[in-house]
């Protein structure tokens, strides 16, 4: 991204109007409160879809494990007649 220059210690993003650069800190900062809501809400969204994905992977897990423990209760019943 490249910048534009200005005097005031900020220059606006060339490729983002909603974004400039503090040149005290050389951050870059969302003007848009409406943007950065949209961000924020993306954050989260992907949070709480990673902790879906933990719940599933869990799941399966606890699945896999059960169904280990029949197969070995099955073969203990069909050997022993």
Do not use: C, W, Y
């Amino acid at each position: 991204m490249t910048r534009k220059k200005s005097v005031s210690g900020v220059a606006k993003v060339e490729d983002n109007p909603d974004l400039i650069r503090d040149f005290t800190s050389n951050a870059i900062i969302n003007k848009s409160n409406t943007g950065f809501q949209k961000r924020r809400a993306q954050i989260n969204a992907s949070k709480a879809q990673q902790e879906i994905d933990t719940k599933q992977r869990e799941d399966i897990d606890t699945l896999k494990h059960d169904m280990q423990q029949i197969k070995q209760l099955l073969t203990k019943l069909v050997g022993d007649k």
